[in-house]
């Protein structure tokens, strides 16, 4: 498919200082301590934070782990060389940040840390076991309509593509919620136009359509969480469970027994954005899909699953010095986005 344009000159592409999509780090790090405290009671979240932590503070993580006492600073500072005092302190400041050790006093006046006692205990049953169990390990009969991987990354595209319809004003806008356009509105992403109230996309919007797709779900979610009190969920409780879900296997089933009627709640809005798959609302299973397990890999690293979107990168777009634009896709979401940077003249 083929298709000839115009540039829209008129068009403001400067960067916008108010998008950014934040790892779990930073996110973290924005919200308040009390919220961190409430959050370090799932052993789930515990696990993500410590793994996203620098080396050096996982090693010193690990090393007080089991100490029920505080350790002195200058004796933490006496486990690196001198050589590696930039990532020491790169290390401490991490953990400061997120509340994951807090400076405790020791008789006779010397500074000490201490790691934060619901942090310490959860990280514990992640890593250990013990407690009540923190992973979706209900058993299940097989399931006889059990879905692939390859189902499963098509419905994954197919409903999040229905959210980025609906910022381009492509015609295939079906399958969006009231409640995913008051996110999108939320973020900035779009707005209200003026003179008839539709919702328009905005510049960070633009940018927002540019990110890969894991980093849109993952910014996208973190507006969700913003404001879950509204729809009366906890966005501590929603958080455990995205990162819940990203240490679960692509491919797998997993029962819905035992998760409160919040979470079961969420899961629905899990399954509008893509995230899972249930074949009904009241199925006593689903699937976690490409876009829950790459939750955890929106960082600055490697990521360990494959993104969803790796094969949908195929289309050439060639620009002429008149500012005539060709460009080759199969794909309805490209179209629609070529047509808000330019005027489409025809297709074929």
Sequence with gaps: ?????????????????????????????????????????????????????????????????????????????????????????????????????????????????????????????????????????????????????AFLDAYALERWECVLHYMVGSAQTEGISADAVRILLHAGLMTRDAEDGSAVITRAGFQFLLLSTAKQVWLFLQHYLHTAEKRSLSAAECLAFLYQLSFSTLGKDYSTEGMSNNMLVFLQHLREFGLVYQRKRKAGRFYPTRLALNIACVRDGVATVAPLDAGNQTGYIMVETNYRVYAYTQTNLQVALLGLFTELVYRC
């Design 1 to 149: 498919m083929s298709e000839s344009s115009k540039s829209k000159s008129s068009l403001n592409l400067n960067p916008s200082p108010t998008l950014q999509c934040k790892d779990l780090h930073e996110y973290l790090k924005s919200r308040s301590a009390q919220f961190l405290e409430t959050l370090y009671n799932y052993p789930t979240i515990c696990l993500a934070v410590y793994r996203e932590l620098p080396e050096l503070a996982r090693h010193f993580v690990i090393r007080l782990l089991f100490v029920e006492q505080p350790v002195p600073q200058a004796v933490v500072t006496s486990w690196v060389s001198q050589t590696f005092a930039k990532e020491q302190n790169k290390a401490c400041e991490a953990l400061s940040e997120l509340s994951v050790w807090q400076e405790a006093p020791i008789p006779g006046g010397m500074p000490g840390w201490m790691l934060a006692q619901s942090f310490k205990k959860n990280l514990k049953v992640a890593l250990l076991g013990g407690g009540r169990p923190w992973s979706m390990s209900s058993s299940l009969e097989p399931d006889g309509k059990a879905r692939d991987v």
